[in-house]
């Protein structure tokens, strides 16, 4: 009897490739910030990277199409008053991005369609309610503006970008630092790795946790974790003696993985990023010059090792283009944007093939940026599947609709709006809001919102001095 001794798979000649120098983004002081986010968000117009920002935090943000050296002076988002540790595109607008902060804060930004041209320090919506360093900020893959956040507080918000609030507190799960949230297919469940070596399934909806395996990793050093299209969870680790480990998990069942492989001894974290078209994980370790991919099947040993792209330089952090920005005229499966000390080095993983003709094997249907249920829709209880696209013809964006941030309660009773004066910062006596009705506002006052949980602040500016000058003048007298 014939027995096979290679495995049949079409993406065992995946190669990766790095972009020409004139193709590289150069001149960016890429972050130095200890923390083990990806530092770089991708989508087919933008690429957003954290920089060096002094008095505070800041990231780029630069079309796709402007490469080359990057001027000290081009403008930044740069409304952080701490550090950047994380930032995420959201699939369904692809001028919209999330960031979350050192300052316990995450913003949400509107890009402008064909870039930055002056830097970006109000965002359009500011939403408060950790009470340390916000590490993950990931947007839901389904419904619209729902994004969540985890920070140093051990706390996982879930907001509804479209009026600011706080819908989801998950507060009493976690007992220590979270390295790691990820959401299914679907955005019904969530899984988390922690400090406290637990990898926890949950439905954030109803705050329970479905599955949790303790010392998946039994190593002290930071774990990640991620869904599969096919509801299992993949996860990086470290083992005893600091080996580096990957696993599949059965939520199902999680007292013994499905398969365990160990790699290497490096200490860089492991990043997984995955293509759920393909069932392929690439691995990316901070601070290694390689990138690793494997093949996820329903035969053993599941976790199938494919290839390894090498380079000379270490990456500090890596972005991860979706499957509506690749090429598909040169079979491009997959494209990453590696961060070196100063700049951006885009490599391009693709499959040989001899014909011209577009390859439905290696790109069925994908990810669409349309979402499947609205924010509201999602918090009451509904799922949806993601609305899937054919590439057959390339990836056509649409007009992206502004965001639009309605804010509940507000003005509702006039009485009860506490008034700051502009300058100070300090309630003021001389001038409250209750003095002016919702209709007697003049139309040229500005009005800033902040969301400050668990109500909604509205200052107005007038255009009269403020009672700080009228209280140094009576000083004076």
């Known amino acids: 009897m014939f027995r096979r001794v290679v495995r049949q798979s079409k993406f065992r000649h995946v190669f990766g490739q790095a972009v020409k120098n004139d193709q590289c983004y150069d001149d960016i002081r890429v972050s130095r910030v200890t923390w083990d986010?990806?530092?770089?968000?991708?989508n087919p117009k933008f690429v957003a990277i954290i920089v060096e920002a002094s008095g505070g935090g800041a990231f780029l943000v630069l079309p796709l199409h402007k490469t080359g050296r990057i001027d000290k002076a081009y403008p930044t988002v740069c409304g952080h008053t701490g550090p950047v540790l994380d930032i995420d595109w959201c699939p369904h607008n692809d001028h919209v991005i999330a960031s979350g902060s050192e300052d316990c804060t995450v913003m949400v930004w509107q890009v402008p369609e064909n870039g930055l041209t002056s830097s970006m320090s109000e965002p359009v919506v500011v939403l408060e309610g950790h009470s340390k360093r916000v590490g993950i900020v990931t947007w839901h893959p389904t419904a619209r503006?729902?994004?969540?956040s985890a920070g140093c507080d051990n706390l996982i918000i879930i907001w509804n970008v479209g009026t600011g609030e706080a819908m989801i507190s998950l507060d009493d799960m976690h007992p220590d630092v979270i390295f790691?949230?990820?959401?299914?297919?679907?955005?019904?469940?969530?899984c988390t790795a922690c400090k406290d070596?637990?990898?926890?399934?949950?439905?954030?909806?109803?705050?329970?946790?479905?599955a949790e395996k303790d010392k998946a990793h039994e190593g002290a050093r930071p774990m990640r974790a991620i869904f599969l299209a096919d509801g299992n969870v993949f996860t990086t680790g470290f083992s005893r003696m600091s080996e580096r480990q990957l696993a599949l998990w059965n939520p199902k069942n999680m007292d013994e993985p499905i398969t365990v492989h160990e790699m290497d001894t490096s200490n860089g974290v492991l990043l997984p990023f995955y293509d759920p078209d393909t069932n392929v994980v690439y691995l990316c370790g901070k601070g290694d010059s390689s990138i690793r991919?494997?093949?996820?099947?329903?035969?053993?040993?599941?976790?199938h090792y494919l290839n390894t792209f090498s380079s000379k330089e270490p990456q500090r952090g890596m972005g991860y283009m979706p499957k509506r920005g690749l090429d598909v005229n040169k079979c491009e499966i997959a494209r990453f944007y590696?961060?070196?000390?100063r700049k951006c080095e885009p490599i391009i993983m693709t499959v040989p093939r001899k014909s011209d003709l577009f390859q439905d094997d290696l790109y069925p249907d994908t990810a669409g940026p349309d979402c499947a249920l609205e924010a509201e829709e999602w918090f009451e209880g509904k799922n949806g599947d993601p609305i899937l696209i054919s590439l057959k013809h390339g990836y056509i964006p649409g007009k992206n609709r502004d965001l639009k941030v309605i804010k509940k309660n507000l003005y509702t009773n006039p009485s009860l709006i506490p008034f700051s004066c502009p300058k100070c910062h300090m309630p003021s006596d001389s001038h409250t809001a209750s003095t002016y009705s919702p209709g007697s506002l003049p139309v040229s006052a500005p009005l800033i919102l902040h969301r400050k949980l668990p109500r909604t602040v509205a200052i107005y500016q007038p255009k009269q001095a403020c009672h700080q000058r009228s209280n140094s003048s009576s000083q004076m007298e």
């Open 37 to 42: 986010s990806s530092f770089c968000a991708v």
């Open 145 to 148: 503006n729902v994004l969540l």
């Open 180 to 190: 790691s949230v990820s959401w299914s297919r679907n955005g019904s469940l969530i």
């Open 197 to 210: 070596k637990k990898v926890r399934v949950i439905d954030p909806r109803n705050q329970q946790i479905t």
């Open 293 to 303: 991919y494997f093949e996820i099947t329903d035969e053993a040993p599941y976790v």
């Open 338 to 341: 590696k961060l070196h000390e």
